[in-house]
């Protein structure tokens, strides 16, 4: 009996023992759900929106769509500056697992040379650990399909599919185009002084020169934007949204690819420049700067070697000859200052002096030669022009001054930005008195003014002012700003740019025009011109006007021997000319560094490439006056 209660309260006790220990458990249960549900709260609930956003960050991508930047196109609508597909190999750091051993996997995979590798780790020196590290560009097809194939070994890296800027004709057209290159610190900080930052987003490209950098603006576009799912491996999945970007625009120039691959073709190995102008718009139909380069070396990033060649070549190839080039217009400009003298009263149509063969300044014994040694002997103002005659003009200029001299030639756009659609350009040098006094400290002296008189010391000139000085002596004083594009092209049509107009320049007597033309007429047209031969027998007419510019200056009494100079002191070759003479078409300018004569030299070129235009054009078209 006494066993039975004791086995009985111990049933009893372990019963209660069970029972707080169940209890215990049950509670214990309850507080992990509880902990579990809030937690599901927590997250599901009250975090939902934190780790929603977390996720998409990993699943979800946003990529900036570069725009396709705008094509060029000469004015018959064939390309000039295209956008060619390319492949390059990229890695963005953040996502890859064992960036060491990846790269030295790669290097073996793809043959990376270890210039390119030491370019990537400098890249990635600089770079955000997000943002996508180019290795190599410009795969081949092979390469594209060699790193496809093995791209599962490689986390975070990926081919991309890109459109670079190309231009198919190489060297002729880099001084108009000038080219795109990638976005450096200079043009970064330009970027953000003008608030564009979300408008080259994506974007590593930026023209630098010529077109490309003046029209940098139309050309550029708008980037759009892509959402895009991807796997652990960054390899995208799917596209959720896409907001395409705005293209640049098309932008069509006055260029003839005809022309200008004749005027490269004429110059050859000649260092010079040549320019062709629709004297009716001003329109640039031929721009050449020789020696050029090809743009494409830096589009796909020049090496230090060839930049330091093209940099320190004494043939400065990268110097824009035709609107940085700065020469001494020499007798180009006589019609001008025959203008200058005619409108001041110092000389008039019948006023004739005798040349000798040399002038001398009044009081003192100091001669200025004429090109001809023993003279001209009696010149009036035609045959002063036709012939280049230097007495008569250092003469006039004696008589004019350089107080009237400088601001009537400011006029025809000497020592002025000629207004073309260029960022390369220099004013050059139209000398006056304070000029001088600025820049050496000195007075003007009557010597000074004799030498400007002929287009020669201190005056200097390019030949993009050339061409619009001719232009407007050929259109009788309407003045007429050179410019490049002819139209823009967009979604909505075409259009052309407004072009500012100024007021003509007014002479006293319209007549004086009429004088200056007749004998740049009579430099083609006459036998005793200085161009007759080269315009000899053309369907066409033509007014002219050769210049033979003085590099380096000789004793008084010493002769000019060519052959006895080193070359790079021999006289500059020039000639301007527009035609036909009585409705001028078209103006060129051509200068010849070192070549010599103007006429002999300079002149046929010109002849030359007027011929490319008019046999171009129907018959019907060629208007062949006999004068005015």
């Known amino acids: 009996m006494v066993k039975k209660r004791i086995s009985i309260r111990n049933h009893s006790a372990e019963s209660a023992l069970f029972m707080r220990r169940t209890l215990v458990v049950f509670i214990a249960i309850l507080f992990a759900i509880g902990v579990l549900i809030s937690n599901l709260y927590y997250l599901q609930i009250s975090s939902f929106q934190t780790y929603q956003t977390r996720s998409n960050a990993n699943r979800i991508s946003v990529q900036t769509v570069p725009p396709n930047r705008g094509l060029i196109y000469d004015r018959n609508g064939i390309i000039l500056a295209e956008n060619r597909p390319v492949y390059s190999l990229q890695v963005i750091v953040n996502k890859t697992k064992n960036l060491k051993a990846s790269i030295e996997e790669l290097q073996q995979l793809m043959s990376l ?58 060297d002729a057209f880099t001084h108009v185009l000038g080219y795109i290159a990638k976005i450096n610190s200079k043009d970064l900080q330009r970027i953000e002084q003008r608030g564009e930052n979300a408008r080259y987003r994506g974007t590593n490209y930026i023209g630098k020169l010529g077109i490309e950098k003046y029209y940098e603006e139309l050309l550029h576009g708008q980037p759009g934007q892509r959402q895009v799912e991807v796997d652990s491996w960054g390899k995208v999945i799917r596209t959720l949204s896409f907001t395409p970007p705005v293209p640049g625009k098309d932008i069509k120039l006055h260029i003839d690819i005809k022309l200008q691959l004749k005027a490269q073709q004429l110059l050859g190995n000649l260092r010079g420049s040549i320019i062709v102008m629709d004297a009716k718009t001003g329109g640039i139909l031929t721009l050449v700067s020789n020696p050029s380069y090809d743009p494409n070396l830096f589009v796909q990033g020049i090496s230090r070697k060839k930049y330091q060649e093209l940099l320190q070549s004494k043939d400065r190839p990268l110097i824009n000859r035709a609107t940085q080039g700065r020469y001494p217009p020499a007798s180009t ?104 006094k600025a820049r050496f400290r000195e007075p003007w002296y009557d010597g000074d003014t004799i030498s400007v008189g002929i287009g020669q010391g201190y005056w200097t000139v390019t030949p993009i002012q050339l061409t619009k000085a001719t232009a407007i002596l050929a259109r009788r004083g309407e003045i007429i700003e050179p410019h490049i594009i002819r139209s823009i092209i967009s979604a909505g049509g075409s259009f052309s740019p407004v072009h500012e107009s100024k007021m003509p320049i007014q002479l006293k007597d319209e007549n004086y025009w009429n004088i200056a033309l007749q004998a740049m007429f009579g430099v083609t047209s006459k036998r005793t011109g200085t161009a007759h031969r080269a315009f000899a027998k053309t369907s066409y007419t033509v007014a002219g006007k050769s210049g033979t510019a003085q590099v380096v200056s000789m004793k008084e009494d010493e002769k000019y021997d060519a052959s006895k100079m080193k070359e790079r002191h021999r006289d500059n070759a020039m000639f301007v000319a527009f035609a036909p003479f009585k409705s001028p078409e078209i103006v060129a300018t051509v200068i010849l560094e070192n070549a010599g004569g103007g006429s002999s030299h300079a002149a046929p070129i010109v002849r030359a490439m007027f011929d490319e235009y008019f046999d171009n054009l129907p018959p019907t078209s060629i208007v062949k006056p006999l004068g005015f």
């Not at 400098?122 to 399909?145: C, G, H, M, P, Q």
């Open 113 to 170: 040379t270890d210039k390119e590798i030491e370019r990537f780790h400098t890249k990635n020196r600089y770079s955000r650990s997000f943002k996508a590290i180019v290795i190599r560009d410009n795969l081949t097809a092979k390469e594209v399909a060699l790193f496809t194939v093995n791209q599962h070994k490689f986390k975070g890296f990926a081919i991309q599919a890109n459109l670079k800027r190309f231009y198919p004709f190489g």
């Open 333 to 436: 400009i006589k019609p001008q200052m025959a203008l200058l003298a005619l409108d001041s009263g110092v000389i008039s149509k019948s006023t004739v002096i005798y040349d000798p063969g040399w002038w001398i300044v009044p009081g003192t014994k100091r001669r200025f030669r004429d090109w001809k040694r023993w003279g001209h002997g009696k010149v009036d103002v035609n045959l002063a022009i036709e012939q280049s005659c230097d007495t008569f003009f250092y003469d006039t200029a004696y008589k004019v001054g350089i107080d009237r001299i400088s601001p009537f030639m400011k006029q025809f756009g000497f020592g002025q930005y000629s207004g073309l659609d260029i960022g390369e350009e220099t004013k050059a040098i139209m000398p006056s008195r304070d000029w001088k």
